[in-house]
């Protein structure tokens, strides 16, 4: 198993940019969710996802688009970007069954200039 | 909202040093996660703990959940370089997973 991917591993925007972070997961989890991680503030959650067709918001949703319209997906949209946007972002998913850890992606490092 | 308080924000110890990290939260713990990150990558799941006194051990790391179900600790005893790196904790908030900001371990040999 794959396990969580996310891709790409490293991406440059300017901004007003507008681009989609991918995570796919082969596990078959329900919950997956989406987090970004800055220096000092731990991991913060921007949206969330507890099977397909539904998404809610996290803490900190604003400038962030997501859909679910399969299990194992659930991309991420940026669509203007802007430099408080960057930061390292994680997916990661769970059968969520309050037995089950999260599972993480190994992250994409975004910078907008 | 539930909000969780790690201490200390970081450290460095000498290999073979014993330490302690916290992670305290505002709300009844619920489920308390407690992952590692190594520089760069993504999070390594420790372990676990679900019951108020509940107390878990892997290798020579070992988390405990306290009574009152608001604070754990993870305790690593004689601390080696592969032990470096940021340590989380994680609770359950309803559909959510809330987090600490980190501890950042530094071992010096």
């Known amino acids: 198993n794959a396990g969580v991917t996310q891709t790409p591993k490293f991406q440059v925007l300017k901004t007003g940019q507008s681009m989609t972070l991918q995570c796919a997961q082969d596990?078959?989890?329900?919950?997956m969710s989406w987090y970004r991680q800055d220096p000092g503030m731990g991991l913060r959650l921007i949206h969330y996802?507890?099977?397909?067709?539904?998404?809610d918001q996290g803490e900190v949703p604003n400038g962030y688009n997501v859909s679910r319209s399969t299990t194992e997906d659930f991309p991420l949209r940026l669509l203007s970007a802007a430099p408080s946007q960057t930061s390292v972002y994680f997916c990661a998913s769970t059968q969520w069954d309050r037995n089950s850890p999260l599972h993480f992606g190994n992250g994409t490092r975004l910078t907008v200039t | 909202s539930q909000e969780l308080e790690q201490s200390p924000q970081s450290l460095i110890v000498q290999e073979g040093k014993n330490l302690t990290i916290n992670c305290t939260s505002s709300k009844t713990l619920y489920g308390l996660y407690w992952y590692k990150q190594k520089y760069g990558e993504g999070l390594i799941f420790l372990m676990m703990?679900?019951?108020?006194?509940e107390e878990k051990s892997h290798e020579k790391i070992t988390a405990k959940l306290d009574e009152k179900k608001q604070q754990s600790s993870l305790h690593i005893t004689a601390s080696q370089p592969s032990h470096a790196g940021i340590y989380l904790c994680g609770a359950d908030n309803g559909n959510k997973l809330v987090f600490g900001a980190g501890t950042i371990l530094r071992v010096k040999s």
């Open positions: 996802s507890v099977g397909a067709g539904i998404t």
């Open positions: 703990l679900q019951k108020g006194g």
């Open positions: 596990m078959n989890h329900e919950y």
